[in-house]
C-alpha cells in the first residue's frame, strides 16, 4: 500500500514477500528488528514501511511481528505538521521525527497494539489491555490498562472509556 500524507510518501508492505530489498535499495535511514529471515512463531509476519518527502524513503523500518491470527495488525499514523510517525506492530511501538530522520523512542504493549487515533494535539494508542496518550510531538501523557471488552469516545476534551461495563470520565490530556 502507497498513500500521500501531507508531503510524506508511505509505503506499507506485510507478508514474507521478498520486498524489503526494493525499499531498502531506495537508500536512506534503515532500522531492522527480530530475525527478518525466519518466522519464530507461525503466525509471524514480515512488516516493512518506507517513509519520505521524495520516491527514494528517507527511513525503512523492518519488523516481525506476532499477529495472533490477524486480531493485531499493524499501524501507522504521521502528524505532518511536527514531521512525527508513530509505528505500531505486535507489541512493538515506535516513534521517529521525519524531518532527521531518528528514532524517538522505542515502547512495548503488552499482549498486542491495535490502533493509533489522532484526536487534536493528542494521539491515542490501542492495545488488548492498553490504552495510552501521546502528543503529537511525541511525549507521553498517560497509560491506563483496560480489559475486553472496552471501547472510547470522545466528549468534548474528555473521553468516556467503558471498560467491561465500568464507564469513567477524564481529560484527554491528563488522564484517568
Given at each position: ?8 510518501t ?6 514474507d ?45 523492518v ?26 506492530a ?22 498486542g ?33 483496560v ?21 469513567s ?8
Open positions: 500500500m502507497r498513500v500521500q500524507v501531507g508531503e510524506w508511505l509505503e506499507v508492505r506485510q507478508g514477500q521478498p520486498f524489503a530489498h526494493l525499499l531498502l535499495l531506495a537508500g536512506g535511514v534503515l532500522e531492522a528488528f527480530g530475525d527478518l529471515e525466519a518466522p519464530t512463531y507461525q503466525d509471524d509476519q514480515l512488516l516493512c514501511v518506507g517513509v519520505g518527502k521524495s520516491k527514494p524513503a528517507e527511513l525503512v523500518v519488523q516481525r511481528f506476532e499477529s495472533h491470527g490477524g486480531i493485531f495488525g499493524p499501524g501507522v499514523l504521521i502528524v505532518p505538521e511536527t514531521g512525527l510517525l508513530f509505528l505500531g505486535g507489541t512493538r511501538l515506535l516513534a521517529y521525527d521525519l524531518n532527521e530522520p531518528t528514532r524517538l523512542w522505542e515502547d512495548f504493549t503488552e499482549h497494539f491495535l490502533a493509533w487515533d489522532r484526536i487534536g494535539g493528542v494521539v491515542l494508542m490501542s492495545a488488548e489491555l492498553e490504552l495510552a496518550a501521546w502528543t503529537t510531538a511525541g511525549r507521553k501523557l498517560w497509560t491506563t490498562f480489559e475486553p471488552p472496552w471501547s472510547y469516545s470522545r466528549d468534548g476534551d474528555d473521553l468516556e472509556l467503558d471498560v467491561m461495563g465500568n464507564v470520565h477524564f481529560s484527554i490530556l491528563t488522564g484517568p
